[in-house]
C-alpha cells in the first residue's frame, strides 16, 4: 500500500483538530509544535513528528505553529520549502490563531492539555495558562537542555551540539523503520515515510547546517539523517508533472536522486550539485527580506522570555529577542520609522528589554567563498529601566563569548531616535559564531545576575 501523501495528512489532521475543539475534545488529541519564531527547523520537525506519532505510535498527533496565518508569508525560505513539499500553507499548516480564534474569550486555556515539543524544550506559559492538566508527552530538540519533563516525555531526545532538530526528528523514523525492517526506501510500503516529507526535512536540514559544509554547524547526526532522506526525497517523474503546473517543478528535485545514489561520495555530501542548488535557493529566499518594513523584520524571527532582574527579584520582565537577516547599515537609513515602529513593537508586548541580532552577508567584502564576509551585529532597546540598561550594556561588552565592539549610530548614516524612557546601544559582534542559541542564556545569566545559567 502506498504511502499517504503529506498534504493529505495534513489537511486531514488540521480538520479533524479544528473539528474536535468546537466539539470539546481537542484533550483526545497530542498537540506537536516547535518553537516560537516559526523557522523551517521548527515547523517541520512538528509536521514529521505529529506524522511519526501518527504512524507509528498510533496516536491522535496534530503539527501546530506558534506562528499567527498573517505571519506566515513573512518566511519566503518555508513557503518556498512548503512549494516543493507539495504544502499549501492556507490548508494544510494549522496556526495558533486558527485555534485561539474558536475560543470564547482571549482568557480561555488552551483546549488540549498534551503536548510534544520539538526544537525546543520548555512548554511556554501560553499552553499552561488556566492548564493544569498539561503535560509534555515528548521532547526533541538540539538547544541545551533545560532538564524538564524527564518523567513524562518519551521520547526525550535532546542532543547538543546538532545543526537541525529535523535530523533528530529523521533519525527516530529511520529508527523505527529498522525496527520494523524497512532499511532501504520503498515509496510501496505503508509504513515509509512519504517523499514530500523526506524532502522536507532534508530542506530544513541545509538550512540549518549551511548546506552540510565541513567546519560548519553540521554534526555527525545530520549527515546521517540526510544520507537516510537523499534516496527518499520526492522524484518528479514524467507521468507525475501533469498534475503540477510547469513551474512547480524544481529542477533539483529530480536531480538530487540520480545525482546521490549509486557512485555517491557520502563523506562529501555539500559537494553535491543538487544539493548546493537546493541550498543556495533557500538562502537567497531567506535573505529576501527587502520588502519588510520594520515590524515585520522584527517579528519575522522572533522568541520571548521572562526574566527576574537581580536587581529586583520580586519583578519579572519580558526581554525579546529579533534575529534579522539584513544589517543595520542597510535597514536604519532606508526605514524612518524604525525608531517609532521599534518602541511600537516593545509596548505592545510589554517589554523591558529587546535585543535586535542582525547576520548578514557584506556584498562589499567577499570572503573565501566568493561571497560576502558573514556580519553579525547587536542592539538592545531598554524601556524604563536605567540602572538595569547600564549593567547589561557594560556586561555585554565584556563578555567573551561575543566580542562585541561599541559602534555609534551615526556610522551607519543614523542618528539615535529613541525617545524619552528608551535608552539604546549597538555593536558589531566579532565572533560571527555566536547566534542566538549563544546570546539568549547570555542576557539571563547577566539580567539575572547568576553565572552560567539556563539555555533558552
Request: hydrophobic share 40%; glycine share 6%; aromatic share 6%.
Amino acid at each position: 500500500m502506498a504511502t499517504v501523501k503529506l498534504s493529505a495528512f495534513l489537511k486531514e489532521r488540521r480538520t479533524a483538530y479544528l473539528d474536535a475543539v468546537k466539539a470539546g475534545k481537542a484533550k483526545d488529541w497530542t498537540v506537536v509544535m516547535g518553537n516560537e519564531a516559526g523557522d523551517l527547523d521548527s515547523i517541520t520537525s512538528a509536521i514529521a513528528y505529529a506524522w511519526y506519532a501518527s504512524k507509528y505510535q498510533h496516536v491522535l498527533a496534530v503539527s501546530l505553529t506558534q506562528t499567527p496565518r498573517s505571519e506566515l508569508h513573512l518566511r519566503a525560505e518555508n513557503l518556498h520549502a512548503f512549494e516543493l513539499a507539495q504544502i499549501d500553507s492556507n490548508t494544510d499548516i494549522l496556526c495558533i490563531d486558527d485555534v485561539t480564534a474558536l475560543a470564547e474569550d482571549e482568557d480561555a486555556p488552551f483546549p488540549s492539555s498534551t503536548f510534544a515539543l520539538v526544537d525546543h524544550n520548555r512548554l511556554h506559559p501560553r499552553f499552561t495558562h488556566a492548564n493544569p492538566e498539561a503535560r509534555v508527552v515528548a521532547a526533541v530538540d538540539h538547544h541545551a537542555d533545560e532538564g524538564l519533563y524527564r518523567d513524562t516525555a518519551n521520547p526525550r531526545r535532546i542532543v547538543v551540539p546538532t545543526g537541525s532538530c529535523a535530523s533528530l526528528v529523521a533519525q527516530l523514523i529511520e529508527e523505527r523503520l529498522e525496527a520494523l525492517g524497512s532499511s532501504s526506501p520503498d515509496g510501496e510500503r505503508e509504513e515509509e515515510i512519504p517523499p514530500e516529507l523526506a524532502t522536507l526535512l532534508l530542506c530544513s536540514i541545509l538550512i540549518d547546517t549551511g548546506g552540510l559544509k565541513p567546519g560548519g554547524k553540521a554534526e555527525a547526526a545530520d549527515h546521517r539523517a540526510a544520507k537516510f532522506l537523499i534516496p527518499r526525497v520526492m522524484h518528479i517523474e514524467a507521468d507525475s508533472t501533469a498534475e503540477l503546473q510547469p513551474d512547480a517543478i524544481p529542477s533539483h528535485l529530480s536531480t538530487i536522486p540520480t545525482t546521490l545514489i549509486g557512485d555517491v561520495n557520502e563523506g562529501a555530501l555539500h559537494e553535491t550539485p543538487g544539493l548546493q542548488e537546493l541550498h543556495a535557493t533557500l538562502q537567497e529566499k531567506k535573505a529576501s527580506v527587502a520588502h519588510l518594513g520594520t515590524l515585520d523584520l522584527l517579528k519575522r524571527d522572533y522568541k520571548e522570555y521572562t526574566m527576574v532582574p537581580a536587581q529586583t527579584p520580586s519583578r519579572e520582565i519580558a526581554v525579546g529577542l529579533s534575529s534579522v537577516p539584513i544589517g543595520f547599515a542597510s535597514w536604519l537609513p532606508r526605514h524612518a520609522d524604525f525608531w517609532a515602529e521599534t518602541e511600537r513593537f516593545m509596548q505592545e508586548r510589554g517589554l523591558t528589554v529587546l535585543g535586535v541580532l542582525t547576520s548578514f552577508r557584506d556584498a562589499e567584502k567577499p570572503g573565501k567563498s566568493g561571497r560576502g564576509k558573514h556580519r553579525r551585529e547587536q542592539m538592545y532597546v531598554v524601556r524604563g529601566d536605567e540602572d538595569l540598561a547600564g549593567a547589561l550594556f557594560d556586561a555585554l561588552e565584556d563578555a567573551e563569548e561575543l566580542r562585541l565592539k561599541r559602534k555609534r549610530f551615526p556610522e551607519f548614516g543614523v542618528h539615535n531616535g529613541f525617545g524619552d524612557g528608551f535608552r539604546a546601544r549597538v555593536w558589531k559582534q566579532k565572533n560571527v559564531d555566536a547566534t542566538r542559541k549563544v546570546t539568549a542564556p547570555l542576557v539571563k545569566c547577566i539580567i539575572e545576575g547568576r553565572p552560567g545559567g539556563a539555555s533558552l
